[in-house]
């Protein structure tokens, strides 16, 4: 099942290749994923002034006509407020939060009119894995991992899920997920990269990250498929092609080029702690607003979840 069918089919009206969205041999084996680490006795408490919850943010691509991408790939779930909000919404909870913010890109670059450097997925992976090793590993209340992202980002942070089995993820928070020219964009990035490691840091193909896998007894993307160590997966779908419309300029009915077609799933095809809202009202775009339906929903959804983490577990 290629969930990608459709957004390739418009994609191709405005010239973009279908290289991306053909078909992948040697697909990586979930399977084979280790399980979620368990520590001995006895558990100590994390070091003051470590967060209940460790936000970690991957926005998207740059968007058209981005003729530079992943290079001009910038951060902007942050200047949009997203991440902002969310962190009210854990905070409201009476939980502590640390958040981090990147782009949709395999390490820190420069986009062009910037003054400074963005991070990247590296950068990501090392705050994950080092926070892992201080505030999880043999704690008693273990801080827990939130990750965020929309579009292009979807594909990093599922990766990075997948690279870390043995990582515990509290949440996984897709807007709108999208694999189109993700491959093109950054393949050829991160196979110089591997190239000049000299060995490869991950368990698979970082540059197959939309490659596609069977999930139960269908064929879905890996960015649609969520891993065992995320326990709970909060995903939000735009408008279809032709959706209702909030934009005053294009009228009550408007062109969604770009939106995630194909519910999420876990690795044996079911939907366990999967969640799913199709913003019917808002686009590709659209759907990082802080005052619109998708928004909203994931912050009821996190704000629900939030509650259940401020509880102490029971003696």
């Not at 990608?4 to 991306?20: D, H, K, R, Y």
């Not at 070091?47 to 981005?66: E, F």
């Amino acid at each position: 099942m290629r969930p990608v069918l459709l957004p390739c089919f418009l994609l191709a009206l405005i010239s973009v290749p279908l290289s991306a969205c053909a078909p992948r041999m040697g697909s990586p084996n979930l399977s084979a994923a280790a399980p979620v680490a368990t520590w001995p006795s006895p558990l100590t408490p994390r070091p003051p002034g470590s967060p209940d919850v460790l936000l970690l943010s991957i926005s998207g691509r740059c968007p058209p006509p981005c003729l530079n991408a992943p290079d001009d790939n910038t951060e902007y779930l942050a200047r949009r407020g997203v991440v902002q909000a969310l962190t009210r919404t854990l905070q409201d909870a009476g939980l502590s939060v640390q958040s981090s913010t990147a782009a949709a890109h395999l390490t820190l670059h420069r986009p062009h009119g910037s003054t400074e450097d963005v991070p990247g997925f590296l950068q990501v992976e090392a705050q994950l894995t080092t926070a892992y090793q201080r505030w999880m590993v043999g704690r008693r209340n273990p801080t827990r991992i939130v990750l965020l992202a929309h579009s292009h980002g979807v594909v990093w942070t599922h990766a990075l899920a997948r690279a870390h089995p043995e990582i515990l993820v509290a949440a996984l928070i897709d807007l709108d997920g999208l694999c189109d020219v993700w491959e093109r964009d950054n393949a050829r990035i991160i196979q110089a990269y591997v190239r000049q490691l000299g060995h490869n840091p991950w368990p698979f193909n970082l540059a197959d990250s939309c490659g596609s896998v069977m999930a139960g007894h269908l064929r879905y993307d890996l960015k649609d498929v969520v891993t065992d160590n995320v326990e709970r997966n909060l995903e939000v779908e735009s408008q279809r092609f032709a959706g209702r419309s909030t934009e005053p300029l294009i009228g009550p009915y408007g062109a969604n080029y770009a939106f995630d077609l194909v519910r999420n799933v876990r690795t044996d095809g079911s939907r366990r702690g999967i969640q799913t809202f199709v913003a019917s009202t808002q686009n590709h775009s659209q759907v990082t607003q802080t005052d619109g339906p998708a928004l909203r929903w994931v912050q009821l959804q996190l704000a629900a979840l939030a509650r259940g983490w401020a509880t102490p577990p029971a003696p």
